[in-house]
């Protein structure tokens, strides 16, 4: 079965530091991978989604970037946080051509 | 410029009561509209999803109406249990675009 892990589960960083945060997912190949940020009592907005390796597309431009440098693993980045990066980071994989996506356990992060 | 719209925001119920949430829809192009129950702290969990084909899916206590003339579908929930409160997302996609249109969310509380 797959299973999708993202680490740190919690994060504080200071303004203006960098962040990387990491998904990866077991059990299956070649999956599209989205990163969503959800901010409190918000839903979701997707900020990446890569359907390959290399492959990544940006939904909303701000003060991030994503990575997929293995099939199977998907990073977040920053080079200097902001205040208004807080927020809860979802990870999530779904099959190509498949409609259902699932989510991994998120990332809280808070920047002081 | 919100595309899937949900209400209520949030809802109290009893124990054994049925809440139904709402979700309606401008772009008649969806054709994917999957329901994900959300706990404090966790990632969103899919619960179900309905096409267009349907106009009704059961998975256990758990419904979905789809009402394609009116652009809209719910999800109810039978014989609500205090483990149901959670947050619901409906969300909506279309078939030439990989990516899910949210709802904000609506908060779920079922008193014992």
């Known amino acids: 079965s797959q299973t999708i892990h993202q680490w740190p589960a919690t994060l504080v960083q200071p303004v203006g530091s960098p962040l990387s945060l990491e998904c990866t997912v077991e059990?299956?190949?070649?999956?599209?991978l989205y990163w969503y940020r959800q901010a409190a009592g918000r839903g979701l907005q997707l900020l990446f989604y890569?359907?390959?390796?290399?492959?990544i597309s940006s939904e909303v431009p701000q003060n991030l970037s994503a990575s997929r440098p293995q099939d199977r693993q998907f990073i977040l980045s920053s080079k200097k946080l902001l205040l208004s990066d807080s927020g809860f980071y979802l990870c999530?994989?779904?099959?190509?051509?498949?409609?259902?996506?699932?989510f991994g356990p998120g990332t809280r992060l808070t920047v002081t | 410029q919100q595309q899937v719209k949900q209400s209520p925001q949030s809802l109290i119920v009893q124990k054994g009561g049925i809440p139904i949430i709402n979700c309606a829809y401008e772009?008649?192009?969806?054709?994917?509209f999957p329901w994900y129950q959300q706990f404090p702290g966790k990632g969103p969990a899919l619960l179900i999803a309905i096409r267009p084909d349907v106009s009704e899916k059961k998975e256990g206590r758990f419904t979905i109406s789809f009402n394609k003339s009116a652009k809209q579908f719910s999800l109810h929930i039978m014989d609500s249990q205090p483990g149901d409160s959670a947050t619901y997302f409906c969300?909506?996609?279309?078939?030439?675009?990989?990516?899910?249109?949210w709802g904000l969310g609506t908060s779920l509380a079922v008193n014992p």
């Open positions: 999530a994989w779904s099959l190509p051509g498949m409609d259902e996506q699932y």
């Open positions: 772009n008649t192009a969806f054709d994917y």
């Open positions: 969300a909506a996609r279309s078939g030439n675009n990989r990516k899910l249109i």
């Open positions: 890569s359907v390959g390796i290399g492959q």
């Open positions: 059990g299956t190949s070649n999956p599209n």
